[in-house]
């Protein structure tokens, strides 16, 4: 049984890896949910969607999130009745949305709706999020906080992060199925995602972090930092607002203690001896997945160099 | 000002007429909620849509409900995700319910709520809901008792109806919207709508009736029954498991004290000596609507009946 810890795109992508070329229910994916939040009165669980969309087979391969295909005809109609239509949600990405806020508000968990959701589509691999309980991760910014879709969506992310709150964590718990996921667990794999406002939530639901590192098995990550760049979203901006090294080291850093090897790409091989300084073993491969056998290939990757760090203990 | 009493879509018909032929903001429709209810945790509110959508010009013609050529990827969607999916709700149509479900959680009365909307559709009638508070009509069947929806769409009216419940009736009161509208009314119309459950549940809303009754401006009734059937929907083996006369005549007597003239279809002339006996004028008129002129027409003939009965006095 592998547990990945993912956000949204990026790391949806190595989980759909794993997905494939590990047998059916030895993957339990962990989502980051402090990006959730409420438009129109529904709760919108983006990397959650995202990690299942894109397990299901069914996710846009144009954008990453939101379903292939999908139209826009309810969004439309919204914003006839004047409503704020920055968000893009299509129809049938609404129907997730809709069916998951009237279970939730009839009282059932978000681990239970989810489920519900991912074995509707098809998918025989768990998707966890990280909590029960609604966390918000706000940024803070020269203009003031924000909300993390009004930052992330709706401002194109073009604000620098001064700061970082996830709201509602201290209220948190670790939930019985990630608990148990992560007991099982031969290995862990943090997916390359944000490790500030992906990774960096799921680690901060208290007793998660301190679980992860006092994990027997090995735990793994690839860095989402790639020659100095984000692959994709704002983790390379904000590590450096922050005051963070922008690379596959200084995200090595921010995971220290937590991870027993890094996956950088081959572009960034010159950073090896750096991490390796820092306990970790490295394994270097090519990281940037743009179809469906790269995945694979870096799932594969991954899986051999947790083996290998397992054996050599 | 003419305040017009309808429930769905052969209500809407008039009511269309009526918007057409009157000066702007000269018409205001009370429509009944006791059709509304809730599905995939969204209110919907089947009778003011369907008034709202035929005066906006976005009805489908092809049903009378829902909106013209509207899509249905969302219900398809939730098909998926396990929903029963017999009440059809296109994806335009589901914006309709998910801007209303925000609003009303939100605190707002389904009379301002249903006036946003209709604005923002750029009615210029008002459209009013018979009351803010939840009533939900169940009808009593030899199976049982049923959800008007479960018994109206779902189980496609096939049950005989022994009776009706307004459930919630009770706690209902008149809106000061719907009080005011009467009040500057010149006269008020009975659209062809179910008198038993569309008009039905308006009258039962605590004080409506009795103000509809000592109303001073003439009241006139167009009879939703012609040859003895209904144009549309149940309310001829309604009419007739409740004990009632199926036809203009029954109908007639259903309002008296309520009404000052009925309008009846040419094919039910013979019935009009008997109408008049229970103190009503009938006008005789062309009152099938199979087109937008046919509604204008038989508004403008509805409305010199009133404008006679007016005078007359």
Aim: hydrophobic residues 45%; negative net charge; aromatic residues 6%.
């Amino acid at each position: 049984m592998i547990v990945a810890l993912a956000g949204g795109v990026g790391g949806a992508k190595l989980a759909d890896g794993l997905y494939r070329v590990l047998p059916p229910r030895q993957l339990t994916v962990i989502v980051n949910t402090a990006d959730d939040f409420d438009i129109f009165g529904l709760r919108v669980c983006p990397d959650a969607d995202t990690v299942t969309y894109t397990l299901a087979g069914v996710a846009n391969p144009a954008t990453g999130w939101g379903i292939a295909d999908d139209t826009f005809e309810t969004l439309r109609m919204l914003g006839r009745y004047g409503r704020d239509v920055w968000f893009q949600i299509g129809d049938r990405d609404f129907a997730t949305h809709i069916a998951r806020t009237e279970r939730l508000r009839s009282g059932a968990s978000l681990t239970a709706v989810t489920a519900e959701l991912v074995t509707a589509l098809g998918v025989t691999a768990d998707i966890l999020p990280m909590c029960d309980e609604p966390v918000a991760t706000q940024v803070m910014t020269p203009s003031g906080p924000l909300e993390f879709q009004e930052y992330f969506v709706h401002r194109h992310q073009s604000d620098t992060v001064t700061g970082i709150i996830f709201r509602g964590i201290d209220q948190a718990r670790p939930t019985g199925a990630a608990l148990g996921a992560l007991r099982e667990a031969t290995a862990v794999i943090f997916c390359p995602s944000n490790p500030v406002v992906s990774v960096g939530p799921i680690l901060a639901v208290p007793g998660l972090r301190e679980r992860v590192a006092r994990h027997p098995g090995p735990r793994v990550a690839v860095s989402p930092i790639v020659g100095g760049r984000a692959l994709r979203g704002p983790a390379d901006r904000m590590l450096e607002s922050l005051g963070h090294e922008v690379s596959a080291y200084g995200v090595a850093a921010l995971y220290r203690g937590l991870v027993d090897g890094m996956v950088i790409d081959e572009i960034d091989a010159s950073l090896a001896p750096r991490i390796e300084a820092l306990g970790m073993k490295v394994l270097i491969a090519p990281t940037v997945m743009t179809d469906s056998n790269d995945r694979s290939s870096l799932a594969t990757r991954v899986l051999e160099f947790c083996e290998r760090i397992g054996q050599a203990r």
